[in-house]
């Protein structure tokens, strides 16, 4: 086995051990710490993601001394090394653009207690990437949840604790249905290995034995994660908890951690529940029409709400509804428009996210429509970041935004009649919707407003932060015009699942 | 229904803790009492998988008189399982605990429904203020 | 009959027949009673403390009037309504789901498979650990238990960052902390502290036993740990924050935490590496039954005791105190 063979396994121990260590550094060594690490993962995932699609192979990594169905195991391919380096970069890029408010938002001693737990997310992340063990799976959601609640509740207010418990609650919910669903499995099959509990599960379908269980198993599972990853009807906790905390948790929770709740339930369907046999099912239709249902009522939901941070919450909503809608449709295509969202999203998300701030410091405060009136004009390149990030959600070409709609509506027209027809109503309504929303915006931070300009001293002129924004500006046009290398390699990650 | 029902009474009852943990946890509006739904949620599940380990007349998983067959011993996955899911809930808990503490600080009161009208009326009282600033400066 | 005994003065039988009436207290002078420390704080700060409680009371009667007041709005009806039916469909699914599973205590269940076939007969070879569960968490299936480590660690950090008190917290949140504590706790309790002299002492070295036989018997570093934390949170009751900082600070918590964990890190990586490589590793599983047996396994259990102790202990205080 080569040596970057073992870089997959070296990054999700480096950023434990980063995220041990921080717990006893000040909190400035931390923060160096911390992002040499997510460089040093960014760097590892990208050779890795090099060796795979070079050599066109995945292949799995005992972590210890026994084989599959005894040892724990990691399995990496093209789409995993892909999604491990979209979410260190992602990360990089979010604390990089929200650092000067991070050490305004947080107290100084704790912030070594908040690098320590960006770490342990990027560790967590990364295991949900990489784990063949639907076990480890299980503990780095645990490890995946709680650090996304510490992440809310850093800054500390009686708003952001009550998100953090909101959130706590749905996700425990969440956590409760997924690891029932895994016992479950584990009674029907004798196998927390994928692959094992694949074959196993292949063999029980052949003899038609367990079919009960198992249909209730894979509803479990898949409600478990879709609730932890807010698909709509159990969206409730999102908006809160992206709309008041420090803007790189906001950036984070959007972009990463609902993100990799997705990502290992499609690794689930694909690499344990069989995709191909849940097409006859029904629970990808009701996944798809959760997705519309999503995508419209979020986008509603962001039309009503005046505050612009919690109005970018509600539209990731309806992102997370696209998601849906892509894994729903019951086709590969779809899948990968799934997935291709997800990175798109994530770099959209990541981008308002981590710009909104800026515009609100130089509107007093103020994070409503009215407020925000010529803020745009105060703070140019923040008002240039939103308006790349809002063309971008609502699909301008050039911006990846507009590929992921695409690949939607691509991958609609090999899927049912129905569903074809429902899938492009509803990207064409929720287009439209995203329209509304976020151009309204845009017209009011581009509006003039004379009598505010006094409030421009307050702009933020750090070099990092622009820095920052600009690299995410570059992603959202690299995606945007450079797609199909990235499509490709989805592409060809998805088949080296089966 | 199938015919396991007459034999599954620890599943059955583990199954029917869960629901009772599910539904404390989602409509007790007092958060100490949300979190023992969830304490009582995960423990059915460690139950769940207790009885799954057990098969009838064997002995724990700790090799005794050197006997290695594996005829003598339980299945020992589901213990280890459990052993993991406890650090878990544990865990769990002692976050929501902290946070519900915490909140008893904020607002005085351990009731979630009456903390989120609290919110809501500060909400309001922001806007409004907001708005009654606006109009000053707007007749100035 | 009524000569007086000259031993009768003050012995026990007098004492005795005083306590019954009542006219004598063997606890009197002995106790610490609820005196205010006047060192610590002073008459107006004691009146504010007193003041604050009375209007926590009257705040919470307050808020229980407008509890029973407050009708809950359609919407909240709608999710109750929405949730015991989702409960309802849940039971039947489970319930369903159950009916044909494999039935209890099935020999011929599908999970009693090659896997756990051979964890029990191939265990004691591979490991060398006696007690096959701990051999397949810290071995086999090492890494689900670092992850678990990792949980509790943070959730350590969560409850740090939500209840720890500061240097840079508002003013007088640490003396308030401390009033509080001082005003709630039992003081020196003789009975306790009795109690605690005997008992303490036990439970750690249970607590300890429990950790080092982790392979051999059932325990290990969780339950261990979780023993030993007790342990001191006993002996944190009876005998007050002054006694315990004499040895337990946070820092020491904090060192022994990143200690064990960076060793547990380490020390599986070590192993994680040489299995996935393919490479000679230089751990033995030792003699089976000796204490230094079974490798890695002893010392995994001695960091993850380390941990779960130190992380009680911590919960405790800070949910107590917000602080050491």
Redesign the interface.
């Known amino acids: 086995m080569s040596l970057i063979q073992n870089f997959p396994f070296f990054t999700i121990i480096l950023s434990m051990f980063s995220g041990i260590i921080s717990f006893i550094l000040n909190g400035k060594a931390a923060k160096w710490l911390h992002l040499l690490m997510t460089a040093a993962v960014l760097v590892m995932s990208l050779v890795t993601l090099n060796w795979c699609m070079v050599n066109n192979v995945s292949y799995t990594f005992m972590m210890g001394h026994f084989p599959a169905p005894w040892g724990n195991e990691i399995r990496v391919g093209t789409l995993e090394a892909l999604m491990a380096v979209f979410f260190a970069l992602l990360m990089l890029l979010s604390v990089l653009g929200g650092i000067a408010n991070l050490d305004r938002d947080v107290q100084d001693s704790k912030k070594n207690l908040f690098y320590s737990m960006l770490d342990l997310l990027m560790a967590s992340l990364l295991a949900l990437i990489y784990t063949n063990d639907l076990f480890t799976a299980y503990v780095f959601i645990e490890i995946c949840t709680l650090t996304a609640c510490g992440l809310i509740m850093i800054q500390k207010s009686g708003r952001n604790y009550v998100s953090a418990i909101r959130y706590m609650i749905m996700s425990q919910i969440g956590s409760g249905l997924f690891l029932i669903g895994l016992s479950m499995l584990y009674s029907v099959t004798g196998h927390l290995l994928m692959t094992p509990a694949s074959e196993a599960l292949a063999q029980l379908a052949k003899s038609g034995s367990f079919d009960v269980p198992l249909e209730v198993i894979l509803i479990l599972m898949t409600v478990g994660l879709a609730v932890k990853s807010g698909l709509y009807p159990f969206h409730t906790w999102i908006p809160d908890s992206y709309g008041y905390t420090t803007p790189t948790s906001s950036a984070i929770l959007s972009s990463l951690v609902s993100k990799g709740y997705i990502f290992l339930l499609i690794k689930l369907f694909y690499r344990t529940l069989d995709f191909n046999g849940l097409e006859n099912g029904k629970l990808l239709d009701i996944l798809f029409v959760l997705g519309i249902v999503g995508m419209i009522m979020g986008s509603v939901d962001a039309i009503r709400e005046d505050n612009l941070r919690r109005m970018t919450a509600y539209s990731s909503v309806a992102q997370i509804g696209y998601i849906f809608m892509g894994i729903g449709l019951g086709t590969t295509a779809g899948v990968e428009a799934a997935l291709f969202h997800m990175v798109s999203h994530g770099a959209m998300k990541a981008l308002l996210f981590v710009c909104i701030p800026d515009l609100v410091d130089v509107s007093g405060g103020r994070a409503d429509r009215a407020g925000l009136t010529g803020a745009a004009r105060r703070n140019r390149f923040a008002g240039f970041a939103f308006t790349v990030g809002a063309m971008s959600m609502v699909g301008i070409p050039l911006l990846t935004g507009f590929v992921s709609k695409y690949l939607f509506a691509a991958a609609a027209t090999g899927a049912l009649r129905t569903k074809m027809l429902t899938a492009w109503i509803a990207l064409a309504i929720s287009t439209t919707l995203n329209c509304v929303y976020f151009l309204r915006v845009v017209l009011a931070i581009y509006t003039p407003a004379p009598e505010k300009e006094a409030l421009a001293e307050g702009a933020a002129h750090s070099p990092v932060e622009r820095t920052a924004m600009a690299g995410l500006i570059a992603l959202n046009f690299a995606l945007g015009v450079a797609s199909p290398p990235v499509v490709w390699a989805i592409r060809s990650g998805l088949s080296m699942f089966s | 229904?199938?015919?396991?029902?007459y034999?599954?009474?620890?599943?059955?009852a583990a199954?029917?803790l869960?629901?009772i943990?599910?539904?404390n946890?989602?409509?007790q509006p007092n958060?100490v009492k949300?979190i023992i739904g969830?304490d009582v949620?995960?423990a059915?599940?460690y139950l769940?998988?207790a009885?799954?380990?057990?098969?009838?007349?064997?002995t724990?998983?700790?090799?005794t008189d050197g006997i290695?067959?594996?005829?003598?011993?339980i299945?020992?996955?589901?213990?280890?399982?459990v052993?993991?899911?406890?650090?878990?809930s544990?865990?769990?808990s002692?976050?929501?605990?902290?946070?519900?503490?915490?909140?008893y600080r904020?607002?005085?009161?351990l009731?979630?429904?009456?903390?989120?009208?609290m919110?809501q009326e500060q909400e309001t009282a922001q806007l409004q203020r907001?708005q009654r600033d606006?109009r000053e400066g707007r007749s100035a | 009959m009524s000569r007086p005994n000259p031993s009768y003065e003050g012995s026990r039988r007098q004492k005795f027949m005083q306590w019954l009436k009542g006219e004598y207290d063997p606890s009197e002078g002995k106790l610490e009673t609820t005196e205010p420390d006047t060192s610590l704080f002073t008459d107006s700060e004691y009146h504010e403390i007193h003041l604050y409680l009375r209007n926590e009371y009257a705040d919470n009667e307050e808020h229980f009037r407008r509890g029973v007041r407050k009708h809950l709005t359609r919407i909240q009806k709608l999710y109750r309504l929405m949730a015991v039916i989702t409960a309802i469909f849940m039971t039947v699914l489970l319930l369903w789901a159950v009916s044909y599973e494999p039935s209890y205590g099935d020999p011929n269940a599908p999970e009693n498979n090659e896997v756990a076939t051979r964890y029990i007969e191939h265990g004691l070879a591979e490991t060398g650990a006696i007690n096959i569960v701990a051999g397949m968490i810290l071995d086999y299936r090492a890494f689900d238990t670092f992850g678990e480590s990792c949980v509790l660690f943070v959730a350590l950090c969560c409850v740090l960052i939500l209840l720890r008190v500061d240097a840079d917290e508002e003013a007088g949140s640490h003396a308030r902390e401390a009033m509080f504590d001082r005003h709630f706790e039992p003081k020196n309790d003789i009975i306790l502290q009795r109690m605690c002299r005997v008992l303490v002492p036990a439970i750690v070295i249970f607590g300890i036993y429990v950790v080092l036989n982790g392979h051999l018997s059932p325990g290990g570093g969780f339950s261990g740990g979780a023993i030993i934390g007790t342990g001191l949170i006993l002996y944190l009751t009876a005998f007050g924050f002054a006694n315990t900082e004499r040895f337990m600070t946070e820092k020491v918590a904090r060192l022994f935490s990143v200690a064990a964990l960076t060793f547990y890190c380490f020390a599986k990586s070590y192993s994680f590496y040489t299995g996935a490589n393919h490479l000679p590793s230089v751990i033995s599983t030792g003699t089976p039954g000796a204490i230094l047996s079974a490798g890695l396994i002893v010392y995994l259990n001695i960091c993850v005791g380390i941990v779960v102790a130190c992380t009680m202990y911590s919960f405790y205080v800070l949910f107590r105190k917000g602080g050491y």
Do not use: Q, W
């Open positions: 229904m199938g015919s396991s029902i034999t599954n009474y620890e599943e059955i199954v029917l869960f629901v943990g599910f539904l946890l989602l409509i958060l949300k969830l949620m995960d059915a599940i769940f998988l009885a799954k380990g057990y098969i009838a007349g064997r724990a998983p700790i090799v290695l067959s594996a005829d003598h011993y299945n020992p996955i589901p213990a280890g399982l052993l993991t899911g406890i650090v878990v544990v865990s769990v002692a976050v929501m605990m902290a946070l519900t503490i915490c909140l904020e607002y005085r009161t009731d979630l429904d009456e903390i989120l009208v919110l907001i606006e």
